[in-house]
């Protein structure tokens, strides 16, 4: 069975306060729960607990060291790959992030579960750009929304869209949806690397940039945007795209 309405909304208020425990380590708790709806912080714990199986304060430690662990690896690899390979001198991603006031946009969408990565490559070039191409939407701007945290959500449950701009009246062929993308402020940054490298920009954004920045997360998704003068290279798999986060102020 599905979610109802209000199951998906308790989920959805959940996750993003599970994001903002880590993105924020600073932002107590109480201001955690109460960003996400929840009228005391025992309310919210038991919540928490119950859909985590642990509290809020020892999810998010677990979660920091986690995110630590896996940052040294990486980190480890880069030097690696950069003492092998001269050419290689620089493996951080820069977004150079900027807040921006969108408008709503309405899209059409395919959706895919399954683990985020290399994948949504293929289901954009396999199962995407022939369905945009039927319904003569080829050439308008685009977005990869993320619908959860691989942090939190197993990878085979992981729901991704693949959405092109419309208009209010379309009707197409295929097993496409249709939404609006809620306007509002944002925090952008342009990436350009292949499709594996595009996990470290999320966490770049997230983990370096949010902190200090005096915004937080509210419940809207994550998305990738696409415009129409992004630049794809076939052969090297190589792409240009916005990462947006959707942000508040403190």
């Not at 390979?85 to 977004?95: A, Q, R, V, Y």
Request: glycine share 8%; with cysteine.
């Amino acid at each position: 069975m599905g979610e109802t309405l209000g199951e998906y909304l308790r989920r959805r208020r959940l996750e993003v306060a599970a994001q903002r425990l880590v993105a924020q380590p600073r932002l107590p708790v109480l201001q955690v729960a109460l960003s996400v709806g929840f009228g005391s912080a025992e309310a919210f714990a038991r919540a928490f607990k119950a859909r985590f199986g642990e509290s809020p304060s020892v999810w998010r430690s677990t979660e920091h060291r986690k995110r630590d662990q896996a940052k040294g690896k990486r980190d480890q690899a880069a030097a690696l790959r950069a003492t092998d390979d001269g050419t290689m001198k620089n493996t951080s991603i820069d977004l150079n992030v900027k807040l921006v006031d969108r408008q709503p946009v309405r899209v059409a969408y395919l959706r895919r579960v399954g683990p985020y990565g290399s994948g949504l490559s293929e289901f954009w070039i396999e199962t995407v750009a022939p369905w945009m191409a039927t319904n003569i939407l080829l050439g308008r701007a685009c977005y990869g929304i993320s619908q959860d945290d691989p942090n939190i959500t197993a990878p085979e449950k992981l729901r991704y869209d693949a959405a092109v701009e419309v208009p209010e009246d379309f009707t197409g062929t295929g097993p496409y949806m249709k939404t609006v993308i809620p306007g509002g402020k944002y925090a952008s940054g342009r990436f350009k690397g292949t499709a594996d490298q595009l996990g470290a920009a999320w966490e770049s954004i997230l983990r370096d940039w949010l902190p200090d920045s005096g915004m937080q997360l509210d419940a809207r998704p994550f998305f990738e945007y696409y415009p129409t003068d992004a630049s794809f290279d076939p052969q090297t798999g190589v792409f240009e795209c916005d990462v947006c986060i959707q942000v508040v102020a403190l």
